[in-house]
């Protein structure tokens, strides 16, 4: 059983940036891949990032390419989401993923992971 627990969410205006911070208890985090997703209101939870357990696998979603940035550290159990130049569009409520695979691959798909964070609230003004 993993638990995770987001935070670092609030209201930014737009060109502004946030950290959210996803720390992961139980297991042991390194075995796991993580993810980042969002859902906007009356919308379905889209992908927005994935990492591999070691970190050396990246990847994103191409409406964030190039502004957001997901790393973690494992001695911390904490996977980030460094989001730059948000924009009104990335408002939504951010959620975190852990899935139990330790390859190199990154994954993107919600039925892939086993464990999901409660969600924390971004809000970009115009």
């Known amino acids: 059983q993993v638990q995770l627990v987001e935070s670092g969410g609030g209201l930014v205006q737009a060109g502004g940036s946030l950290r959210l911070s996803c720390a992961a208890s139980?297991?042991?985090?390194?075995?796991?891949?993580m993810g980042w997703f969002r859902q906007a209101p009356g919308k379905e939870r889209e992908f927005v990032a994935a990492?591999?357990?070691?970190?050396?696998?990246?990847y994103y979603a191409d409406s964030v390419k190039g502004r957001f940035t997901i790393s973690r550290d494992n001695a911390k159990n904490t996977v980030y989401l460094q989001m730059n130049s948000l924009k009104p569009e990335d408002t939504a409520v951010y959620y975190c993923?852990?899935?139990?695979?330790?390859?190199?691959?990154?994954?993107?798909?919600?039925?892939?992971?086993?464990?999901w964070g409660q969600g924390t609230q971004v809000t970009v003004s115009s």
């Open positions: 993923a852990a899935g139990y695979y330790s390859g190199v691959y990154v994954y993107t798909g919600l039925e892939l992971y086993d464990y």
């Open positions: 139980g297991r042991t985090f390194s075995s796991y891949a």
């Open positions: 990492i591999s357990w070691s970190g050396g696998s990246t």
